[in-house]
């Protein structure tokens, strides 16, 4: 049925009515937005990280709730972390936590209410504390989590009358477990070619038979081209499925982390070093034509089963070798290699 002149202007009325009610919301709301937040001007870095540069710092801590850590620049420029200056940290994690401090882009900015609790900021989740090389000091506290967890409420020291809202990202990075900075060693790339002899040694044995030991050779000569040809004693065992296998995971080790960087006798024991299940030593030529070794001892399973505890070398450090890159090696260590 369709509306006569009368309905119709009625319709108009209110509609237009409407638009005036919302159009004075709208000012309401900006209005109090524009009170709650200091916009940056455009192009302009906030005062806070105007300064800032990755070379001008000399000190860093932080605590996220559970760790507290702390780094130093070193003479070279480097950092350090303080509990042990030679532990070889990965510089990237630093200058990442340094470039969001750098472009510091809070997504809003709040006037502080007498009630702190409202932030999580009465008892803070973390804190850090940036020193400047020129003696400045920079300290963040840390509150809560916004509604939908993807942001954190911020408190600048040096301006306690301001709440901010900036990504979470921040604390995430402050996170990040010290040994998961370990810059870890990278493993040769071994390819076929370039090995000359693999040395896999077993568990010894507890009523004191001697470890089961194999050991693979090459009987390609320096010089020559064409196909590897792989021994056990005089046997060949260049096409044997095991060796295959092995050859293939040997290409590809690599550590996945750091696990104890300066472990303790007892945290030996725990990784299984005491009594090593497999030992691989593998004699190679580099790229630069000189004879290098690669050894390494495999501990006990990970908690997470995931892959084993392995020592490089001389070293106690220990790292994580996955799963899949250590079954034919853990399978020859038992047993031996199954030529039949």
């Known amino acids: 049925m369709e509306m006569d002149w009368r309905q119709r202007r009625t319709v108009t009325v209110l509609t237009a009515v409407l638009l005036i009610l919302l159009a004075a919301v709208l000012i309401v709301l900006g209005i109090r937005y524009r009170e709650n937040r200091e916009e940056t001007p455009e192009g302009e870095e906030p005062a806070a990280a105007a300064s800032m540069t990755v070379e001008g710092y000399s000190a860093l801590v932080y605590s996220n709730g559970s760790a507290t850590l702390s780094f ?21 994690t630093i200058n990442s936590i340094l470039a969001l401090l750098i472009n ?25 504390t940036l020193t400047g090389a020129d003696g400045s000091v920079r300290a963040l506290s840390f509150g809560k989590t916004t509604t939908d967890g993807t942001s954190r409420y911020v408190m600048d020291q040096g301006d306690p009358a301001t709440v901010y809202i900036i990504a979470d990202t921040l604390f995430t990075q402050m996170s990040v477990p010290i040994y998961d900075m370990c810059d870890v060693p990278v493993l040769p790339l071994l390819e076929e070619t370039a090995i000359r002899s693999i ?21 390609k ?12 004693g005089s046997e060949n065992v260049t096409a044997n499925e095991t060796v295959r296998a092995l050859l293939e995971d040997i290409r590809a080790l ?31 030529t580099s790229n630069t034509g000189v004879d290098e070794t690669l050894s390494l001892t495999i501990g006990a399973q990970l908690l997470d089963g995931s892959g084993r505890y392995v020592r490089l070398g001389d070293s106690t450090t220990v790292y994580a070798l996955p799963t899949a890159a250590l079954d034919p090696l853990m399978r ?7 030529i039949t």
């Open 254 to 284: 690599v550590f996945t982390r750091c696990v104890d960087y300066d472990p303790s006798d007892e945290a030996l024991t725990i990784c299984g070093f005491d009594t090593p299940p497999a030992a691989i030593t593998v004699n190679y």
């Open 332 to 338: 020859v260590a038992a047993n031996g290699l199954d």
């Open 199 to 219: 040395l896999i040694r077993g568990p010894e044995s507890e009523d004191g038979i001697p470890a089961l030991v194999t050991v693979l050779t090459t009987a």
């Open 72 to 92: 130093s620049v070193a003479e070279d420029g480097s950092w350090t972390w303080d509990n042990d200056p030679k532990f070889p940290l990965r510089q990237e």
């Open 104 to 128: 510091w882009r809070p997504q809003q900015t709040l006037a502080a209410e007498e009630d702190l609790s409202a932030y999580g900021l009465d008892e803070p989740a973390g804190s850090l």
């Open 221 to 232: 000569r320096d010089g020559e081209d064409g196909p590897v040809t792989w021994l056990q």
